[in-house]
Nanobody
Framework: EVQLVESGGGLVQAGGSLRLSCAVS????IGWFRQAPGKEREGVSC????????YYADSVKGRFTISSDNAKNTKYLQMNSLKPEDTAVYFC???????????????????WGQGTQVTVYS
């Protein structure tokens, strides 16, 4: 069974940066989702395993970057210019058979991490 562990969340002032990490093999497509209190889980960014193509939600485009360190079997979500509305629990998710990661549907991912809290204050 695949176990995903996120790290890197925290408390940051608006305009600041955080980097989230998720240990997962390159064989898996990975998605970063977030869920704020009272809101549905939404897809933030993903990377397909087939060709490494990436996707970003409009709300984070230009501020967030998804990347992969193959040697460490780790995926990252670099979050810059953070805004209070980015506050949420962030989850990494992985699936072995997802050919294309976009559009992002939570139900398509088999494995999920426990989530890490990101809080942005103004």
């Amino acid at each position: 069974e695949v176990q995903l562990v996120e790290s890197g969340g925290g408390l940051v002032q608006a305009g600041g940066s955080l980097r989230l990490s998720c240990a997962v093999s390159d064989d898996y497509a990975i998605g970063w989702f977030r869920q704020a209190p009272g809101k549905e889980r939404e897809g933030v960014s993903c990377m397909s395993s087939s060709d490494g193509s990436t996707y970003y939600a409009d709300s984070v485009k230009g501020r967030f970057t998804i990347s992969s360190d193959n040697a460490k079997n780790t995926k990252y979500l670099q979050m810059n210019s953070l805004k209070p509305e980015d506050t949420a629990v962030y989850f990494c998710a992985a699936d072995l058979f997802l050919a294309s990661c976009a559009p992002m549907y939570p139900g398509e991912y088999e494995y999920w991490g426990q989530g890490t809290q990101v809080t942005v204050y103004s």
